[in-house]
């Protein structure tokens, strides 16, 4: 909040240099910082559960194997046999995204994918593995997807600049959909933990209704748990399909 009752929802958002004067140099913000932290936390994780390698698992061993199996078992399901080959691929994307969803819910902390330069990365990253792989399997019968199979000829030069825009469309979409819902989170939590304070300087009546803002902000928080999971998951299943389209003939 700025100027005591203006609140600055969007001010989370901006990027600050880290690290003092070397940061400044390096032009080094705080979302390469929790991009590091997040890679960080997962192979921590995944490296101390695992390391037992115990027949009966531990609760730490056990979670990392549900994990690696739920990708695995998604991949090879949703590709088919050849899935196997992208696992470690649509792996680490889930996983770097469910970690940058989970800390930036963390105080002081900072989700790095609320930005859209970082989440039309990663979604330029399907896109072009996907045409690369398209490439590689289809090779020229690749480009007979932008004319519909049994449609008039006629129709040609309005069926492919439609086939193609829709085509070029899937990394804006896959990159605003993470970006738009990671963001709206964030903005309505600043909003109602700013109600909050508003109201508490208010006396008692203002304190008795600051519990109102605090009761939906924990259901939001419950809320953005639900959605930081299920849009890595989006994000991962449709990597999948995508490649799935690639493989398939």
Do not use: W
């Amino acid at each position: 909040m700025a100027a005591g009752s203006t609140i600055d929802a969007l001010g989370q958002f901006e990027l600050h240099p880290v690290l003092g004067g070397l940061g400044e140099a390096l032009r080094f913000s705080q979302s390469p910082l929790m991009m590091i932290v997040a890679s960080v936390a997962v192979l921590a994780f995944l490296y101390v559960g695992m390391r037992p390698k115990a027949v009966v698992p531990g609760r730490l061993q056990a979670a990392a194997e549900i994990c690696y199996d739920f990708i695995h078992n998604m991949a090879v399901d949703t590709i088919g046999p050849e899935g196997r080959a992208f696992f470690p691929f649509v792996f680490t994307l889930f996983f770097f995204i469910l970690a940058g969803n989970y800390l930036g819910l963390l105080p002081f902390s900072f989700a790095f994918t609320s930005h859209v330069a970082v989440t039309i990365a990663l979604a330029l990253m399907v896109f072009v593995l996907s045409v690369i792989v398209s490439l590689k399997a289809q090779g020229a019968k690749f480009f007979a997807h932008f004319m519909p199979a049994g449609a008039p000829v006629a129709l040609a030069p309005l069926l492919v600049p439609i086939e193609i825009l829709s085509f070029l469309s899937r990394p804006v979409s896959l990159s605003i959909r993470l970006f738009a819902n990671m963001v709206a989170g964030h903005v309505m939590l600043e909003m109602f933990a700013a109600f909050t304070i508003m109201l508490a300087g208010l006396g008692l009546i203002g304190d008795a209704l600051a519990v109102g803002p605090v009761v939906i902000n924990v259901a939001l928080m419950a809320l953005e748990l639900l959605v930081g999971a299920l849009q890595a998951y989006v994000f991962a299943i449709l990597t999948c399909i995508y490649l799935r389209e690639a493989v398939a003939h």
